[in-house]
């Protein structure tokens, strides 16, 4: 049972544009979500976070939005550059001491110039 | 401030065999966490350590294990390898595991690879 997902395998922008990438979860218990960008041979960078008391968070070029209603987040990129292509991983903790992260798939974008 | 160091990066075990993996936390951070990454799969939760207590365990059977030591670094064993453990195996530390609102940082991993 995949509690985390992004159905989108990849995605691709041209650069400029605003890339949307979309995550869903199916547990109630998660306050917590994170996105974390990886290069290929590299760990996962961290990148924005966001609590479950929010339903925005935003750090320069990048804003998360939490739908805690449709159990929905979703990261903007504006704008898009191409050293942003990489894979974008959604992952979620369901906080206490339970401190463990689910993450997606995974979603590869690609940043065209 | 230097990151989350994992070694080795690389590392060809053959069936049978165990391997033991390391991971040195970024300074101050006292919890740290195992994931395991395939393709099929994706990232997995192995483990993560706070104190050298294991706080919490994923769904793995118990040839992976794991310790950490009084200055946060940790070690990852695996025992009788298989052919499905071929993986990326990352580690994780963060600041304050008691306030959930912390990201981990990740390290850029240990690639197992078994023939």
């Known amino acids: 049972d995949q509690q985390v997902k992004q159905n989108s395998p990849s995605l691709s922008v041209q650069e400029g544009r605003i890339s949307i990438l979309n995550c869903d979860y199916t547990?109630?218990?998660?306050?917590?979500f994170l996105w974390y960008k990886k290069y290929p041979a590299e760990g996962p960078t961290f990148l924005i976070s966001?609590?479950?008391?929010?339903d925005k968070n935003e750090d320069g070029r990048f804003t998360v939005f939490l739908n805690k209603s449709a159990k929905h987040l979703s990261l903007h990129i504006v704008p898009s550059q191409p050293g942003d292509s990489a894979v974008y991983f959604c992952a979620a903790n369901a906080g206490g001491s339970n401190y463990k992260l689910t993450f997606g798939k995974g979603t590869l974008l690609t940043v065209n110039p | 401030k230097a990151g989350v160091t994992q070694t080795p990066r690389y590392l060809i075990k053959t069936r049978g065999q165990q391997v033991t993996l390391s991971c040195s936390p970024i300074s101050g951070h006292r919890s740290v966490s195992w994931y395991q990454q395939t393709p099929g799969q994706g990232l997995q939760f192995l483990f993560e350590?706070?104190?050298?207590?294991?706080?919490n365990k994923g769904n793995f059977p118990g040839r992976f294990s794991g310790r950490q030591f009084s200055n946060s670094r940790s070690e990852m064993n695996v025992s009788t390898l298989e052919l499905g453990d071929s993986a990326l195996y990352l580690c994780?530390?963060?600041?304050?595991?008691?306030?959930?609102?912390?990201?981990?940082?990740f390290g850029d991993g240990t690639r197992l690879s078994i023939l």
């Open positions: 966001i609590s479950s008391i929010k």
């Open positions: 994780a530390s963060s600041l304050n595991p008691r306030d959930t609102n912390q990201p981990q940082h």
């Open positions: 350590y706070f104190s050298e207590t294991q706080r």
């Open positions: 547990n109630s218990m998660f306050d917590y």
